[in-house]
């Protein structure tokens, strides 16, 4: 029973840094970083310790209602970052780490201890007079959100959304991070020529102690 506690109360020491409900909101509605809570167990669990936490719900309800947030996110699904983030998934060491995860303990025990803390569940019963939902409530009446959402097609952002195919630069970009090595983690190391020099070549490491070969 002492070592469950120490386990508990070591949970919780970590947990206070791990993402804030405004920080997970954030990678939740960017199509280039959503895949980054799948990519690390730990971030799973943080991403799911916030989702518990009605002050998440709140921040993306709001957000919601914003017509720059979906503005910022299909900028973001314009962007190279999204294929970087994506290409993720084919680099072996990401499922290593899942596998590892699944045969920790500690790894379930921090998943369900967000289900097990009394406080997560007192923070729902309150939410409803929470000042953040109250003020959600009365926005149907602000006559200002739908004046955004009526401006936001002639709004300098969305116009150059827009224009963004016709922008050569953006291709080049994306061409840019496709070939690019980095972008596929452990898997682009069998894109770069040298790796397969000396398989091409088994003499290229001998020959500049032959003599008279090198000049």
């Known amino acids: 029973m002492k070592k469950i506690s120490v386990l508990v109360l070591a949970l919780l020491a970590t947990s206070a840094f791990a993402d804030t409900p405004e920080e997970t909101a954030a990678k939740l509605l960017d199509p280039a970083k959503v895949a980054d809570v799948a990519k690390d167990p730990k971030a799973a669990v943080a991403a799911l310790t916030n989702l518990m936490d009605p002050a998440t719900a709140m921040i993306l309800m709001q957000k919601g209602m914003d ?99 016709l922008n050569p630069n953006m291709y080049t970009q994306w061409a840019g991070a496709a070939a690019d090595p980095r972008t596929y983690g452990t898997l682009g190391g069998f894109m770069n020529p040298a790796a397969f020099s000396n398989i091409a070549n088994p003499l290229a490491g001998f020959l500049p102690a032959i003599p008279g070969m090198v000049k």
């Open 67 to 165: 017509p720059a947030t979906f503005t910022k996110m299909a900028q973001a699904g314009m962007s190279p970052d999204i294929l970087k983030s994506y290409a993720a998934f084919i680099d072996p060491n990401m499922y290593m780490k899942w596998l590892a995860a699944s045969i920790d303990p500690n790894f379930y025990t921090a998943a369900l201890a967000p289900l097990m803390n009394p406080n997560m569940y007192m923070k729902w019963l309150a939410a409803p007079l929470d000042p953040r939902v109250l003020q959600m409530a009365m926005a149907p009446l602000n006559p200002n959100m739908y004046m955004n959402w009526a401006t936001a097609p002639i709004a300098p952002a969305n116009m150059n959304l827009m224009m963004a195919p």
